[in-house]
């Protein structure tokens, strides 16, 4: 009965490869977001969707792409892999109305060598 | 939305009360406080939200005060799981939901 579910939980790969973690929610909810947490620890919004359609998008570059296929699964795919991106990513999810408290998964640890 | 300033750590005994304390000067009256936190390794959890009462829940209370510049997490009998990163976050509900998280505070219970 997992609320946000991601895979892989670890990941680990090479610069320059190209990689994917997904995420699922089973909360009926609308909007969905990836967080990215770095080894300073510092949790920052990444993307969010809504009902399929990008309505975040802070500054990150243009190796980074979400793919939300429907409302409960948003993906995302991750060119060119460079070292500094290892991190911790978390992927979350709220409804569109009222408080719209957000709901983390486990978060997928990411590792570039 | 509202910066907000928490201590860097806190220290409880375990099954006392924590009293986790956030200012938020200059929230503006539309906006909501969110507290969420981080156990080790996880995900971030959400605690509670208020506006301007009072709430309780399950997990916590969260006292705003009247003028609304600051509020405290108060879980009432902590224990050894509640060792977790505190996050107070004020935002409103309309418009980009971006939750955008400062420092938080180090909570540990010590048994």
């Known amino acids: 009965d997992t609320a946000v579910s991601q895979t892989p939980k670890y990941l680990v790969t090479q610069m320059g490869n190209d990689k994917s973690i997904k995420c699922e929610q089973n909360?009926?909810?609308?909007?969905m977001y990836w967080y990215k947490q770095d080894s300073k620890k510092f949790l920052k919004i990444m993307f969010s969707y809504n009902n399929k359609e990008l309505i975040i998008n802070e500054t990150v570059p243009n190796r980074f792409s979400p793919k939300s296929p429907d409302k409960a699964h948003l993906n995302l795919h991750i060119n060119s892999l460079e070292l500094g991106d290892s991190a911790v990513y978390f992927c979350?999810?709220?409804?569109?109305?009222?408080?719209?408290?957000?709901?983390f998964g486990p978060g997928t640890r990411l590792t570039v060598t | 939305d509202a910066k907000t300033t928490q201590p860097p750590s806190m220290d409880c005994a375990e099954g006392r009360a924590a009293n986790l304390p956030c200012n938020h000067s200059?929230?503006?009256?539309?906006?909501?406080v969110y507290w969420y936190r981080q156990i080790h390794s996880q995900g971030p959890q959400y605690i509670i939200h208020g506006l301007k009462n009072n709430e309780t829940n399950e997990m916590a209370s969260l006292i705003i005060t009247e003028d609304r510049k600051s509020s405290t997490l108060i879980l009432p009998h902590a224990t050894l799981r509640d060792t977790a990163v505190y996050y107070c976050?004020?935002?409103?509900?309309?418009?980009?939901?971006?939750?955008?998280f400062g420092q938080g505070t180090r909570l540990t219970i010590n048994p």
């Open positions: 979350a999810s709220s409804s569109g109305t009222g408080p719209r408290e957000q709901y």
């Open positions: 200059t929230i503006s009256g539309n906006e909501y």
């Open positions: 976050i004020v935002r409103g509900i309309q418009g980009a939901q971006k939750l955008v």
């Open positions: 909360l009926g909810h609308d909007t």
